[in-house]
């Protein structure tokens, strides 16, 4: 079932057009053998970066793509619908990726961005702690100046991409002063005391790795500093609003083959002399399912707009992975129903979708601190 879209230029039609048949093509045929083998495809991942999907939000000036995040957005909705582990490594990348294209200097820019947009480097973003998941703020890794150094000594959670990542976003405390004592670091994979634990044994998106990273005194040159020492928590929040229409983004187009799967079942499975589709329990039912994936995508489409038009976007990011997750989980819910038995088993796709889309609501911020910043939001604005 393909997605009919409004896309701003015809530039951009045609790159959604070209991230489909690649997807259609490289990604769909081996997503569930390999989250079956727990494979990361790290092939793909260059594939897609050699066509410029690694940097397709960030500036022409450093080899990025140059596309508004409407357009951005809609080509992870089409890689999720055919591999979810897929379209949320593009996500995170780009998420690892913004605090220097946003915050770095000129001469940082310049001389590590176009390599890691490139397309051959993958990064990793390192904020959550074992007891520092919502609460932020709450984070201990330190970060100690000595001399030209700052040796960062800490363990960050839930990390995607760990011990596979190039280079690693990490966000660590300079000083005791709550959210202004923490900093933001670009640390290189090969530097010494840099560890991983196995990867995490996960529900779902079991090809994605996800890791504890270990820093045991691990030396940054002060050059690798993003920003003030004492930003790092508000760089932290601002990529994360992003992030999390990365998610609303992923959410949906996960939600649309979920769909996708469910009309098709529905059409030629019959019962009583007539397909289940024409049944007006099962019609009504597919037809609420079309109407969630619809909402969410209005929902993050109009948050990207209001981000490329310079408009605050905080609540409606807040507002669009909140819904496109919530509807994500309850389409592939009601996929596996729509089949039945033949949902519950691995010869269809519908319950890796829905062992997938679990995990959509707890990461990039759990959807109780959407709710959060949504009721926040409503108290200071009305």
């Known amino acids: 079932m393909s997605v009919e879209r409004m896309l701003p230029t015809p530039e951009a039609d045609d790159l959604i057009g070209l991230v489909r048949d690649i997807a259609e093509r490289e990604l769909r045929p081996r997503a569930s053998a390999a989250e079956e083998a727990g494979e990361y495809p790290r092939d793909l991942v260059r594939t897609l970066g050699r066509i410029g999907l690694l940097g397709l939000p ?3 000036t450093y080899g990025g793509g140059g596309q508004p995040y409407e357009v951005y957005l809609q080509m992870l909705e089409e890689l999720a619908q055919r591999w979810t582990t897929v379209a949320l ?4 990348h780009t998420l690892s990726c913004w605090p220097l294209a946003t915050h770095g200097t000129a001469e940082q820019r310049k001389r590590w961005l176009p390599e890691m947009i490139g397309g051959d480097l993958l990064g990793a973003y390192c904020l959550s702690e074992p007891h520092a998941g919502s609460d932020a703020a709450a984070l201990t890794t ?7 150094f700052y040796v960062l000594t800490g363990t960050k959670a839930w990390i995607t991409h760990g011990g596979v990542a190039d280079f690693y976003t990490v966000f660590a405390r300079t000083s005791d002063d709550g959210t202004r004592g923490i900093s933001c670091f670009l640390v290189p994979a090969d ?4 560890s991983f634990g196995a990867p995490e044994r996960k529900m779902g998106m079991t ?3 996800t890791t504890i990273v270990n820093l045991d005194g691990v030396r940054v040159p002060v050059e690798r500093r993003i920003g003030r020492e ?3 928590f508000g760089i932290a929040l601002e990529a994360l609003n992003s992030g999390r229409l990365g998610v609303a983004s992923i959410a949906t187009g996960l939600a649309q083959a979920a769909l996708t799967s469910a009309v098709d079942y529905a059409r030629e499975r019959e019962q009583f002399g007539q397909p289940i589709i024409d049944h007006q329990g099962l019609g009504f039912l597919l037809a609420d399912m079309a109407a969630a ?3 969410a ?3 993050y489409i109009v948050a990207a707009r209001r981000r490329d038009a310079s408009l605050p976007f905080r609540h409606q990011a807040a507002v669009a992975k909140l819904v496109a997750t919530d509807n994500a989980m309850r389409v592939a819910t009601d996929a596996v129903q729509v089949l039945g038995g033949a949902g519950y088993t691995r010869d269809h796709p519908v319950e890796r979708y829905f062992r997938e889309a679990k995990v959509m609501q707890i990461f990039e911020g759990t959807n109780q601190i959407q709710r959060l910043v949504i009721s926040r939001e409503l108290r200071s604005h009305g």
């Open 142 to 148: 330190r970060a100690a100046r000595d001399g030209d």
């Open 191 to 194: 530097l010494p005391g840099l």
């Open 297 to 299: 995508r209005a929902l």
């Open 230 to 232: 004492g930003d790092g």
């Open 293 to 295: 994936v619809e909402s």
């Open 89 to 92: 490594t593009v996500s995170v």
């Open 207 to 209: 090809a994605s790795p």
């Open 58 to 60: 960030y500036e022409e």
